[in-house]
């Protein structure tokens, strides 16, 4: 079966960048997408198609695709943006989400 | 403003049955596809349940294949998840997202408002 893997932690100072990756074979040739997850709450969707921004995401969320790597890649991070991060692909009609990233603000 | 409002979850046995409500508003919820999501406690994100607008197509995830049922009522704009066979590896929270199809990939789909989600535990 198909998987996607995520580094279980990242940590970035507040105002640096933070990237979070995805693994999968062939990602590159299907769509990712992102969702963020504070404790208590439910995922909140940060990019899908591989870079698009729905309302209301600020700027500094932005997405890439290629090759067998998804990325995530936070801008001036805030504090704020402390959180569980998720990916999602599909593969043969089933959601392969990963396993997810912890993002520490420090 | 898109809402959607899970209800029905709680303490079951192994063994026994519930059934998952999610009352939409704020979109056309007939022309939508829509799933159900889970989270066991501590764990990341399993999509256990999926269904067309229409009704007319559904997908279950191995793990609950034969044992979850989804439907939808667009007279009521509510999706269900009737649950039997309830195991301990079901406890989890389940929510109900609303799917929005990926043009040009067939079934595939990015899932744009979630429910505040419902906790089913299955405990003896």
């Known amino acids: 079966s198909y998987e996607l893997t995520q580094p279980p932690s990242v940590s970035v100072s507040p105002g640096q960048t933070a990237s979070i990756t995805c693994s999968g074979d062939?990602?590159?040739?299907?769509?990712a997408c992102w969702y963020h997850q504070k404790p208590g709450q439910s995922p909140l969707l940060v990019i899908y198609?591989?870079?698009k921004r729905p309302s209301g995401i600020p700027e500094r969320f932005s997405g890439s695709n290629s090759g067998n790597t998804a990325t995530l890649t936070i801008s001036g991070t805030q504090a704020m943006d402390e959180a569980d991060y998720y990916c999602?692909?599909?593969?043969?009609?089933?959601?392969?989400f990963g396993g997810g990233t912890r993002l520490t603000v420090l | 403003e898109v809402q959607l409002v899970e209800s029905g979850g709680g303490l079951v046995q192994p063994g026994g049955s519930l059934r998952l409500s999610c009352a939409a508003s704020g979109f056309t919820f007939s022309n939508s596809a829509m799933s159900w999501v889970r989270q066991a406690p501590g764990k990341g994100l399993e999509r256990v349940s999926g269904?067309?607008?229409?009704?007319?197509?559904?997908y279950y995830a191995d793990s609950v294949k034969g044992r979850f049922t989804i439907s939808r009522d667009s007279s009521k704009n509510t999706l269900y998840l009737l649950m039997n066979s309830l195991r301990a590896e079901d406890t989890a929270v389940y929510y109900c997202?609303?799917?929005?199809?990926?043009?040009?990939?067939?079934?595939?789909?990015?899932?744009?408002?979630w429910g505040q989600g419902t906790l089913v535990t299955v405990s003896s």
């Open positions: 997202a609303k799917s929005v199809p990926l043009t040009g990939y067939p079934q595939t789909y990015y899932f744009d408002y």
């Open positions: 062939k990602l590159g040739d299907k769509y």
């Open positions: 269904i067309s607008g229409s009704g007319s197509r559904t």
């Open positions: 999602l692909a599909w593969d043969s009609s089933t959601a392969v």
């Open positions: 198609q591989d870079n």
